[in-house]
């Protein structure tokens, strides 16, 4: 079946620090790429997409580019912030209505 | 705009009680899903909807119901709760397409004892 594999943390960076978390995933057929964090106490926010090889989603500073070639949409922000502590979550959809395949999330700590 | 709402945020159960889960949102979305979500587990698909009416089993339904009488709600329930239902419950929807993004809830930490 289809799953998508990332980096297990905790991650922990100094503010202002070169971000990278990993994510590769295996799939039946041709996925959309998805990044979500989800901070403290509250539910899932989309943070960046892709749907297509080559894409590049970005938001907030961060960026993830679908590679086909690799299987992978790793997560890259040049300078973290403290508020940027969460978790991220990567993960795929194949068919318009399944619901998402998750990785098992990726707890990144953000230190002044 | 309230996005999704769940209720209740906290609940604790005995085992063998039964609860109703409820999620309702106000995007006028298709589609709307449960999730659970466990320590090291990520989240994993329950049940999903597609339209009123309609419910779809995902990785994990074993001993839970879903139903979607009316567009807006979609109700998880548990008959006969067991201790590794023991999780954090999200509900989530989306527009026309899973292929969009899916709007999460703000969740349902559940124990069963």
């Known amino acids: 079946g289809d799953s998508v594999t990332q980096m297990e943390g905790p991650v922990t960076l100094s503010e202002e620090a070169f971000l990278t978390i990993n994510c590769t995933y295996t799939?039946?057929?041709?996925?959309?790429l998805f990044w979500y964090v989800q901070y403290p106490g509250e539910g899932l926010q989309l943070l960046l997409k892709a749907t297509k090889a080559d894409d590049k989603g970005s938001n907030k500073g961060f960026e993830a580019t679908y590679r086909k070639e690799t299987t992978s949409f790793h997560l890259e922000k040049g300078s973290v912030q403290v508020s940027d502590s969460a978790v991220y979550f990567c993960a795929l959809v194949i068919g318009g209505a399944d619901g998402l395949t998750f990785g098992k999330g990726t707890h990144l700590i953000i230190q002044p | 705009n309230a996005g999704v709402t769940q209720t209740p945020k906290f609940r604790v159960l005995k085992t063998g009680q039964s609860m109703t889960l409820l999620c309702a949102q106000d995007m006028n979305h298709e589609y709307m899903y449960w999730y659970r979500q466990d320590p090291g587990m990520g989240l994993r698909l329950i049940h999903y909807?597609?339209?009123?009416?309609?419910?779809a089993k995902g990785e994990v339904p074993d001993g839970y119901n879903v139903s979607r009488l009316k567009k807006q709600n979609f109700l998880l329930g548990l008959e006969s709760a067991a201790p590794s239902q023991t999780s954090v419950y999200f509900c989530?929807?989306?527009?026309?397409?899973?292929?969009?993004?899916?709007?999460f809830g703000p969740g349902t930490r559940l124990t069963v004892l």
């Open positions: 799939a039946t057929g041709y996925p959309s």
């Open positions: 989530a929807s989306s527009g026309t397409s899973g292929l969009n993004e899916q709007f």
């Open positions: 909807s597609v339209g009123e009416g309609t419910t």
